[in-house]
């Protein structure tokens, strides 16, 4: 196994750069680069210029508008995307569903959704969690009975993100209440504009709208819009599951803001001196940076065996664990470098077109949110505690 890049890879990181040199708009650097909140058309922005390039669906086969990239070449490309504070791709069509079309989807879908995804027509959201079925998601009771050319889908979902941009979301459904719970779920793509879809906000503590309930009543869903077979959706979930957990790591977004509290700690001073020289201080940024380090080799090697014709397993579920807790970790060392001015709640500081209203360094204005918002990083995605257990299942035999 060689962890080192070849020179063609290298290469391939040349033109990544130059092509983030030459295409990021800086006015989304900056925005990601300060934490500040991207409106929907800033999103929407960017998946449109990486659709351009050719460079959205990184992976994703060739035959179906991706790039055909190996999983080195996705990882120096995520990597350098996230060191130039590029803004995270919307997952849940380019990244969590499209795997799952391209897997399980008959033909007519795939020609039918795949293109839409790549060129932003549809706006896809994540039917997943309900009250009673989060971290156990084989609980889901959201049902559909299937009546002629079409199913009947009636309960609701929670915590769906961004949902209210999303003309389309992909639902697990019960559709056999006899069977195990695994085997009586389907997978579903349903219209939001079908009648009897309600969406209602969920403000969290922070005043922020990010996440939604959305509510099913009597929603007719042609059934050509059930992928893979009746009843067989939880191999779908758990597969779009394996992307999401990988992902969830975020390894690039941790380099990054490491590199972010570094600058903070040279600049920010205490007792006289600047944070970085602070001892127990910097005993914690080296503890999280060699955290970093061995995760970033952890992620080398599981790409080297895919690179090889391995199929990743467990390994996501430790990544997604390791990932999250580092990304937290990091967060929480840049609210407590703030200090006292992390403790107002600079909530204008974080909009477009602000000025004046940070109360101390800029770095200030959105630690406590950002610190806050990553609580939820170990939860979602499967909460760490069930990735305990699947480790515990696979690889230890428990």
């Known amino acids: 196994m060689d962890l080192n890049f070849t020179p063609a890879e290298e290469a391939f990181r040349d033109s990544v750069r130059a092509f983030l040199a030459e295409k990021l708009p800086k006015a989304l650097s900056d925005k990601v680069a300060s934490g500040k909140h991207l409106s929907r058309d800033e999103m929407a922005q960017w998946h449109a210029i990486l659709?351009?390039?050719?460079?959205?669906?990184?992976?994703?086969?060739?035959?179906?508008?991706?790039?055909?990239?190996?999983?080195?070449?996705?990882?120096?490309?995520?990597?350098?995307?996230?060191?130039?504070?590029?803004?995270?791709?919307?997952?849940?069509?380019?990244?969590?569903?499209?795997?799952?079309?391209?897997?399980?989807?008959?033909?007519?879908?795939?020609?039918?959704?795949?293109?839409?995804?790549?060129?932003?027509?549809?706006?896809?959201?994540?039917?997943?969690?309900?009250?009673?079925?989060?971290?156990?998601?084989?609980?889901?009771?959201?049902?559909?009975?299937?009546?002629?050319?079409?199913?009947?889908?009636?309960?609701?979902?929670?915590?769906t993100t961004l949902g209210h941009y999303a003309n389309m979301i992909f639902c697990l459904v019960r559709t056999n209440r006899e069977a195990k719970k695994q085997e009586g779920i389907s997978?579903?793509?349903?219209?939001?504009?079908?009648?009897?879809?309600?969406?209602?906000?969920?403000?969290?503590?922070?005043?922020?709208?990010?996440?939604?309930?959305?509510?099913?009543?009597?929603?007719?869903?042609?059934?050509?819009?059930?992928?893979?077979?009746?009843?067989?959706?939880?191999?779908?979930?758990?597969?779009?599951?394996?992307?999401?957990?990988?992902?969830?790591?975020?390894?690039?977004?941790?380099?990054?803001?490491?590199?972010?509290?570094?600058k903070i700690a040279a600049t920010q001073r205490r007792n006289g001196r600047p944070l970085a020289d602070d001892?127990?201080?910097?005993?914690?940024?080296?503890?999280?940076?060699?955290?970093?380090?061995?995760?970033?080799?952890?992620?080398?090697?599981?790409?080297?065996?895919?690179?090889?014709?391995g199929a990743p397993g467990a390994e996501s579920s430790m990544l997604k664990i390791r990932g999250t807790e580092i990304r937290q970790e990091i967060t929480s060392l840049t609210r407590r470098a703030m200090g006292p001015y992390a403790r107002p709640y600079q909530w204008q500081a974080q909009d477009e077109g602000d000025e004046g209203h940070t109360l101390g360094p800029e770095a200030a204005a959105g630690a406590a949110a950002h610190y806050f918002n990553n609580r939820k990083l170990s939860i979602f995605g499967g909460s760490n505690e069930i990735q305990k257990n699947i480790i515990s299942k696979m690889i230890l035999g428990l």
């Open 51 to 159: 659709n351009e390039r050719g460079w959205l669906a990184n992976h994703w086969p060739k035959e179906y508008g991706g790039t055909g990239w190996s999983v080195i070449e996705r990882f120096i490309f995520e990597h350098e995307c996230c060191l130039a504070h590029a803004p995270r791709v919307v997952p849940f069509g380019v990244n969590m569903l499209g795997p799952v079309l391209i897997k399980y989807g008959n033909e007519a879908q795939k020609r039918y959704w795949l293109p839409r995804i790549l060129n932003g027509e549809d706006w896809w959201c994540q039917g997943y969690s309900e009250p009673g079925a989060g971290s156990d998601l084989a609980a889901v009771k959201t049902h559909a009975v299937r009546e002629g050319d079409h199913y009947i889908v009636n309960g609701q979902k929670t915590w």
């Open 187 to 262: 997978f579903l793509l349903i219209d939001m504009n079908t009648p009897g879809v309600e969406i209602r906000p969920i403000i969290t503590l922070d005043g922020e709208h990010e996440v939604n309930e959305v509510f099913f009543t009597d929603v007719r869903v042609p059934v050509q819009n059930l992928v893979g077979e009746e009843d067989r959706g939880w191999s779908c979930a758990k597969y779009l599951l394996t992307y999401e957990r990988t992902n969830i790591a975020g390894i690039g977004f941790s380099v990054a803001a490491l590199q972010r509290l570094k």
């Open 279 to 309: 001892p127990l201080f910097a005993a914690r940024m080296a503890r999280v940076e060699i955290d970093l380090e061995n995760m970033k080799t952890t992620n080398l090697r599981v790409i080297s065996a895919v690179a090889g014709g």
